[in-house]
């Protein structure tokens, strides 16, 4: 028999976002299972996006659109955004403040301890280009760096745990010291996947079809992406490479312009984008993400994995932690369009490697990035259970 000593703390938990998607697209199981312990959540984004908030109304959960630039520095914009997150944290005081992605993490964390939320909980999906050797090539980029180390510090003083996404990330939060206590770091392996909603599915056979889904950013490779398919082109004309993804602010997002002209090349298909990914991934044979971002993990790549199709990345961090190379996909160096389009062609001369990578991609799925295993770590460690 419970005593009541021993029953769990109702809280009023904050989940505060970057993109308002990502919370039914990424966090919808771990918002459920928050609800499900009976707790209360209010989630916090930019976008004012109906389909998001009817989503989440029906699993109980209360949206607030949140005044936010994702990218950009403008100090004038992060002041209107923490002093929002202040008056709503007052208006609406919560027991639990849970921010993931650089900005909610930093203005969450602050506003929270402004406010005096002393259970502050941080999900560290991916540092970011700004820790990457690149993102530190030029002045301005060690400048912003030294800046983001600094709020990182006053935002996770305090906090209750932070959650790394891969070794890279965990092992620069204890670099650049954001934490005084390092035991409060535990790394996890991405946000998970739901294996019954990205069901196992035969890969199509026949002539190889890559698939690229992604921000339409440089960082995410999709120069590479075009450059290899070129490649490959000259020696297998009949493959075909997708690209599905939405433009994106960032000052190293991807033309329309741009986009238009590799498809009048004929070297891509563009698909738009969508709110769901699964019929396109269910139409490909091989998915290819050749990431020179800081990745966390890459949900996209969870995705695939959770599908069944054998996957080519990059060997950096974050990426390479879902491909055994050789076994489920291959690892190739970033920034190299010829090693690209030798893994692509590998699966155009030997097509039966891409259901027998398929099939170890979801074995990988299923034992290393289940959502409800994932799911635990996280509420278990932040007392939520």
């Given at each position: 028999?419970t005593s009541l000593d021993s029953?769990?703390?109702?809280?009023?938990?904050?989940?505060?976002?970057?993109?308002?998607?990502?919370?039914?697209?990424?966090?919808?199981?771990?918002?459920?299972?928050?609800?499900?312990?009976?707790?209360?959540?209010?989630?916090?984004?930019?976008?004012?996006?109906?389909?998001?908030?009817?989503?989440?109304?029906?699993?109980?959960?209360?949206?607030?659109?949140?005044?936010?630039?994702?990218?950009?520095?403008?100090?004038?914009?992060?002041?209107?955004?923490?002093?929002?997150?202040?008056?709503?944290?007052?208006?609406?005081?919560?027991?639990?403040?849970?921010?993931?992605?650089?900005?909610?993490?930093?203005?969450?964390?602050?506003?929270?301890?402004?406010?005096?939320?002393?259970?502050?909980?941080?999900?560290?999906?991916?540092?970011?280009?700004?820790?990457?050797?690149?993102?530190?090539?030029?002045?301005?980029?060690?400048?912003?760096?030294?800046?983001?180390?600094?709020?990182?510090?006053?935002?996770?003083?305090?906090?209750?745990?932070?959650?790394?996404?891969?070794?890279?990330?965990?092992?620069?939060?204890?670099?650049?010291?954001?934490?005084?206590?390092?035991?409060?770091?535990?790394?996890?392996?991405?946000?998970?996947?739901?294996?019954?909603?990205?069901?196992?599915?035969?890969?199509?056979?026949?002539?190889?079809?890559?698939?690229?889904?992604?921000?339409?950013?440089?960082?995410?490779?999709?120069?590479?992406?075009?450059?290899?398919?070129?490649?490959?082109?000259?020696?297998?004309?009949?493959?075909?490479?997708?690209?599905?993804?939405?433009?994106?602010?960032?000052?190293?997002?991807?033309?329309?312009?741009?986009?238009?002209?590799?498809?009048?090349?004929?070297?891509?298909?563009?698909?738009?984008?969508?709110?769901?990914?699964?019929?396109?991934?269910?139409?490909?044979?091989?998915?290819?993400?050749?990431?020179?971002?800081?990745?966390?993990?890459?949900?996209?790549?969870?995705?695939?994995?959770?599908?069944?199709?054998?996957?080519?990345?990059?060997?950096?961090?974050?990426?390479?932690?879902?491909?055994?190379?050789?076994?489920?996909?291959?690892?190739?160096?970033?920034?190299?369009?010829?090693?690209?389009?030798?893994?692509?062609?590998?699966?155009?001369?030997e097509p039966g490697l891409v259901?027998?990578?398929?099939?170890?991609?979801?074995?990988?799925?299923?034992?290393?990035?289940?959502?409800?295993?994932?799911?635990?770590?996280?509420?278990?460690?932040?007392?939520?259970?």
């Amino acid at each position: 028999m419970t005593s009541l000593d021993s029953a769990p703390i109702r809280r009023q938990i904050a989940v505060v976002a970057s993109y308002t998607p990502s919370l039914t697209n990424f966090r919808l199981e771990l918002l459920k299972r928050m609800v499900e312990a009976g707790h209360a959540v209010t989630a916090y984004a930019p976008e004012d996006d109906p389909i998001v908030k009817a989503d989440l109304a029906r699993i109980g959960i209360d949206f607030i659109p949140l005044p936010m630039a994702r990218t950009g520095l403008n100090p004038l914009d992060d002041l209107g955004t923490l002093t929002f997150l202040v008056r709503a944290f007052r208006k609406r005081p919560p027991d639990t403040v849970i921010p993931y992605t650089m900005k909610p993490i930093i203005y969450g964390g602050i506003a929270a301890r402004i406010v005096g939320v002393a259970h502050r909980c941080f999900l560290v999906t991916g540092l970011g280009h700004v820790f990457s050797d690149a993102g530190a090539a030029t002045v301005k980029g060690r400048l912003v760096r030294s800046i983001s180390v600094a709020l990182y510090k006053v935002a996770f003083s305090g906090a209750q745990v932070v959650f790394a996404y891969n070794d890279a990330d965990e092992a620069d939060i204890r670099r650049y010291r954001m934490l005084k206590d390092n035991s409060l770091v535990q790394l996890v392996p991405g946000s998970g996947v739901d294996l019954e909603h990205f069901g196992f599915s035969e890969a199509p056979v026949g002539r190889p079809v890559f698939l690229l889904i992604a921000r339409l950013l440089k960082d995410k490779g999709i120069v590479d992406y075009v450059q290899a398919a070129r490649l490959v082109k000259e020696k297998y004309p009949e493959a075909e490479f997708r690209l599905l993804g939405h433009f994106d602010p960032n000052p190293a997002a991807i033309s329309r312009e741009q986009i238009q002209a590799w498809v009048d090349e004929g070297v891509i298909n563009y698909l738009g984008e969508t709110r769901d990914v699964r019929p396109y991934l269910a139409d490909c044979n091989v998915f290819v993400l050749p990431s020179y971002y800081r990745e966390g993990i890459p949900r996209s790549i969870l995705e695939a994995l959770a599908t069944g199709r054998a996957v080519i990345t990059t060997n950096l961090e974050g990426c390479r932690d879902t491909v055994e190379d050789g076994v489920n996909g291959f690892l190739v160096p970033p920034k190299d369009p010829q090693k690209l389009a030798d893994a692509m062609m590998a699966f155009a001369a030997e097509p039966g490697l891409v259901r027998k990578m398929g099939l170890r991609s979801r074995e990988l799925a299923k034992r290393k990035f289940d959502v409800h295993r994932v799911n635990r770590m996280l509420l278990e460690r932040m007392q939520l259970a």
